[in-house]
């Protein structure tokens, strides 16, 4: 079997969440599970092993040429870095979990092959002297000092600092260290492909558990989301020019519809009404949502997928 790597909804998507392979599973194929688990799988589709991967590949579209084809993607990562009380920490990325674009592997063992050092012993009678780079966490407790003390040079006699020891007579006091080293060999890499797709829109929004300014929000728990327009309807919105570009400026990823995030590019860099729709029409930016259309001194969203939407225009 080869392996296909993706994202967990991904997977769900190709089992259970498939409505065509809902009758047709045999109970015999179950007893077969546990040996996906062998090799990392989550299940199986077909001729394929599933494998899901939480922190795969995703991107961002930066920009797109229709005239060229040429596509320029932004990495998203899973998490970023922020200040913590010593040096930094990690914090989930929300950007990640909208990200537009995704990256999902056809893959094979025998596509490259992950080698180790060699850990040898420095002299072969000094077998202890061996390093292990395999990622062997060990305990140590050398040169450990707690803080400095001004002492007076009896030979210059300027101030200096001198290490006060650590007093671990107990042994429990030093830190953990261990050593990585390896590399990657490709063997078979025509047995390896890797597919970018557009991904679907987030359907799950957070809800702040507690708002300040309007108290708790109310909660839907029904299972039926509320039926989509079947008519087009149309909606108008004032574009306001910013003061310092004299253009019309609006973030990535910060339009909504219905109150959802879209995922989009810029709006960026048009100054004349007419300029600003043929750019709201482009494929990655808002043709999504409907068509856009001039209105005299205002722009109009003809849709069936909103019901209102919002554009937080720059203005300075």
């Not at 922190?55 to 797109?64: A, D, E, M, P, T």
């Not at 995030?261 to 029409?281: D, E, K």
Request: charged share 15%.
């Amino acid at each position: 079997m080869l392996e296909l790597v993706t994202f967990m909804d991904t997977v769900w998507n190709l089992t259970e969440g498939n409505p065509e392979l809902t009758d047709h599973w045999r109970f015999q194929q179950f007893a077969q599970a546990e040996k996906y688990y062998k090799y990392g799988w989550t299940g199986s589709c077909g001729n394929f092993g599933l494998r899901a991967d939480a922190y795969g590949l995703r991107f961002n579209i930066l920009s797109n040429n229709p005239a060229t084809g040429v596509v320029t993607l932004g990495i998203v990562f899973p998490y970023t870095n922020i200040a913590a009380t010593e040096g930094i920490k990690e914090d989930v990325n929300a950007a990640f979990d909208t990200a537009a674009v995704q990256v999902d592997f056809i893959w094979h063992r025998k596509a490259m092959t992950s080698l180790v050092r060699d850990a040898k012993a420095i002299n072969p009678e000094m077998p202890f002297a061996a390093r292990d780079f395999a990622g062997k966490w060990q305990f140590v407790m050398d040169n450990l000092t707690c803080g400095f003390v001004n002492i007076t040079d009896a030979v210059t006699g300027a101030l200096v600092q001198s290490p006060i020891p650590v007093n671990n007579e107990r042994r429990n006091k030093g830190k953990f260290i261990t050593d990585f080293g390896g590399a990657i060999q490709s063997e078979y890499p025509e047995l390896a492909e890797a597919f970018i797709s557009i991904r679907g829109p987030a359907c799950i929004v957070d809800i702040p558990v507690c708002n300040l300014n309007t108290g708790y929000p109310a909660q839907n728990y029904g299972s039926a989301n509320a039926p989509c327009a079947t008519t087009p309807i149309v909606i108008t919105e004032t574009p306001i020019l910013d003061t310092n570009s004299g253009t019309y400026e609006i973030p990535a990823q910060t339009v909504t519809c219905n109150g959802i995030q879209v995922v989009h590019g810029p709006i960026t860099g048009t100054s004349t009404l007419a300029a600003l729709v043929a750019q709201l029409n482009q494929p990655y930016i808002l043709s999504a949502l409907g068509t856009w259309a001039v209105s005299g001194n205002n722009i109009t969203l003809t849709t069936t997928a909103c019901a209102t939407i919002g554009m937080p225009w720059s203005v300075a």
